[in-house]
């Protein structure tokens, strides 16, 4: 008898991220030769020196830097040093801000461009020059042109999440089935009324993939455009740590970006499923 | 010490004898005041009669057949000499009281970012929020968009900016240098054996900006040593705070960086500091307090506040005594975000070398806020020497109209400090002489160079 498969993979799971903790531990636990200091310099100099300790901290480090950060993940000690939740917050507030932005503008422009063969055409050479550009080779030219760092930020999200969404609207609106656009057109269906009831939900689940794609885009920009603009946000944070050279803290921002990144994802596959339709 | 402030970390600001507390009473506090409005009355006229009369020979004769008197009622009649001597005799309240200034994580920012902790802005009624940034590129975005108010700058970066090299041209000021000295030549610690600069061909070295007192020492360092800056070596721009990362990494040799850069790379063991840059020129200017013509002009009681606010806190971290407080007050996540060690001892000069050696240079690092106008003139003779700019260049009145020499006496006086009674000075760097009336000389003078 075989246990279920979500059990099987559940345990695999586990033995990797145990199997995965102990190199890590092995890794970093060497403690390198240290020769004997003057103690007047040892005190002037850091404990990769003085002990030997390696720079890059072992799992114990950074477990108990995740929970320090979690006892208080909203304190603010100035302009400058705020929680990880706070951080958090920032970033995912930006993020919907230029997310929803690029929704409102890609969903009716894919579906003019799905409808229409002509506009597909026109628009097309614009869409392949845009689509390739780098998020953050816009960031000089926002700072510029916008005269705001946090507006910059919403704009270069907007920039690289509104492609995925345009093509697969206008790709999703462009396949519904002929037969069900004919059947619309016999029954008398106003464009506007065949547009929302037959071409929207038929294409929904199209339009749902662009936007989890978009999402997961958004999120990863969010991260460079913070540690290019600075201030706030938890691109910021991993800057900020890095110019303190803690990779400990570091790691922790890395774990809190790939877990709330997950997060999003799945709150857009769980969408995606409730507009899912068997053909 | 140049300066005497009248502030100490000890004594508050209530009057214990007179209004100021460093008179002995009222009466002595009034008369040094009047002598001191007098000098200050003098120093604008004589600004502003070398301003209309620039030429040397013409002025004196002048003045020599009217008499002193007579030649300045005659200024007097097309220049409302007074008008101009009164700007900065007022304190009125600022016309904008909450104010945003950036700065890069780094000691040379120390007095604006000191006076934040310390209460030097809250003294003069300001409400300024001090916001860290990522980089020099983006400190000047955020300037010239008015995101900023004023901003912690390179000091070539307002001459930069205003001769509208690497943006767009915009008429920038620099009322106060922040630091002189403090920076280093530092080299990955697998070079310990290379202190012969003439060895260090093929060298990768950083600065933080194109635009630095960084670049312009580095490559007259190497010049000096007879490597060609442009072919012998490579020099990219790193900002501060990945350098040390990058120095580990093994992508770069070296750099001549700001501190607590190079203490920090001495700290964690990966570097060992070759030479302080004070031994390249004493006393050599590097960051600077910068705000955009536009800003001091629309609000001149918040720039005269912000000023000197920045003034005081220069004086105040120029002491030596107060240093161990100061590293204390701007080490946190907040400000430096740096172990209190490592920025003590760029404070100090008390330090580690990274080679198992305790170095003492108490002036490894200083604070002098004096805009020295010969400063700006030395920089565009390196900007030009090194081909970043061409033609010619005004050097006299670009670095009177960028470095507000006359503001930063102004306001050095009423904050109770002896400012200089020149605007220019010759200096020496690594034994030459410079005249800042012969820059172009100068330029002619170095073997190594881009310009033709």
Request: hydrophobic share 50%.
């Amino acid at each position: 008898m075989r246990a279920p498969l979500g059990l099987r993979a559940a345990l695999i799971s586990l033995l990797l991220c145990i199997g995965l903790l102990c190199v890590w531990q092995v890794g970093t636990a060497r403690v390198g030769a240290t020769v004997k200091l003057d103690p007047d310099y040892a005190r002037l100099m850091g404990i990769t020196v003085t002990q030997g300790k390696s720079a890059m901290p072992g799992p114990a480090d950074v477990g108990a830097k995740i929970w320090q950060h979690l006892k208080d993940p909203f304190y603010d000690r100035g302009t400058n040093d705020k929680g990880i939740g706070i951080q958090l917050l920032y970033s995912i507030a930006r993020v919907l801000t230029g997310y929803l932005l690029a929704i409102a503008a890609a969903v009716p422009i894919g579906f003019v461009i799905g409808m229409s063969p002509l506009m597909a055409r026109a628009l097309n050479p614009f869409i392949q020059v845009l689509k390739p550009i780098s998020p953050l080779a816009w960031m000089p030219l926002a700072l510029y042109t916008i005269k705001d760092s946090s507006l910059s930020a919403i704009f270069v999200i907007f920039i690289c999440s509104v492609w995925p969404m345009l093509l697969n609207t206008a790709f999703g609106v462009a396949s519904v089935r002929r037969e069900w656009l004919n059947v619309a057109k016999t029954l008398e269906m106003s464009p506007a009324r065949t547009a929302l009831r037959v071409i929207l939900p038929a294409a929904a689940p199209t339009i749902l993939t662009g936007m989890r794609i978009s999402i997961g885009i958004a999120w990863l920009v969010i991260v460079a455009a913070e540690m290019l603009v600075g201030g706030t946000g938890i691109g910021y944070f991993v800057w900020n740590e890095w110019n303190n050279l803690s990779i400990t803290n570091v790691i922790v921002a890395i774990l809190c970006i790939g877990f709330v990144g997950m997060l999003l994802d799945q709150l857009m596959a769980g969408l995606l499923r409730l507009v899912t339709y068997a053909d | 010490m140049s300066f005497e402030s009248r502030l100490h970390a000890d004594a508050g600001l209530a009057a214990k004898t007179c209004s100021c507390g460093r008179h002995s009473s009222q009466a002595v506090h009034s008369a040094a005041h009047a002598s001191q409005e007098q000098r200050l009355d003098r120093m604008i006229e004589a600004a502003v009669v070398r301003a209309i009369l620039p030429d040397d020979r013409t002025r004196r004769a002048l003045f020599a057949k009217l008499g002193a008197a007579t030649a300045l009622a005659a200024i007097s009649q097309f220049f409302p000499l007074r008008g101009a001597t009164e700007v900065f005799a007022q304190t009125a309240p600022p016309e904008k009281q909450d104010l945003k200034v950036g700065f890069i994580p780094i000691t040379c920012a120390t007095p604006i970012i000191m006076a934040h902790p310390m209460g030097f802005y809250a003294k003069h009624k300001l409400n300024v929020e001090v916001v860290k940034t990522a980089g020099w590129a983006v400190i000047r975005d955020k300037t010239l968009n008015g995101e900023y108010d004023a901003a912690h700058m390179l000091s070539p970066m307002p001459i930069a900016m205003t001769l509208g090299v690497g943006s767009t041209a915009i008429p920038y000021t620099m009322p106060a240098v922040e630091n002189i000295n403090g920076q280093a030549i530092t080299l990955a610690i697998k070079h310990k054996e290379k202190t012969d600069p003439k060895g260090w061909k093929g060298f990768k070295f950083a600065v933080p900006f194109d635009y630095s007192m960084h670049n312009y020492l580095l490559r007259y360092f190497l010049a000096e040593h007879g490597l060609d800056p442009d072919r012998d070596v490579q020099i990219r721009a790193i900002p501060p705070p990945e350098m040390v990362a990058n120095l580990r990494a093994g992508n770069i040799d070296g750099f001549l960086a700001p501190d607590p850069v190079n203490q920090r790379a001495v700290y964690d063991g990966v570097a060992f500091i070759h030479t302080l840059s004070k031994e390249i020129w004493d006393r050599h200017p590097c960051c600077a307090f910068a705000a955009s013509k536009e800003f001091i002009t629309a609000n001149p009681n918040t720039y005269a506040a912000l000023l000197k606010s920045i003034i005081e806190a220069t004086a105040f971290a120029a002491r030596p005594e107060n240093r161990k407080q100061i590293a204390e007050a701007i080490a946190p996540a907040n400000y430096l975000n740096q172990p209190v060690t490592v920025v003590e001892q760029v404070l100090t000069g008390r330090f580690a070398d990274g080679l198992g050696n305790v170095k003492n240079v108490p002036d490894r690092i200083d604070f002098d806020p004096f805009p020295w106008e010969s400063f700006a003139v030395w920089i565009m003779t390196q900007m030009k020497r090194w081909g970043q700019i061409k033609g010619e260049v005004n050097y006299a009145s670009i670095a009177k109209e960028v470095f507000l020499a006359t503001d930063t006496t102004k306001l050095m006086l009423e904050a109770g400090l002896k400012p200089p009674s020149t605007t220019s000075k010759t200096f020496v760097v690594m034994g030459k002489e410079f005249d800042p009336t012969q820059p172009e000389a100068y330029i002619a003078s170095f073997a190594i160079k881009r310009a033709s």
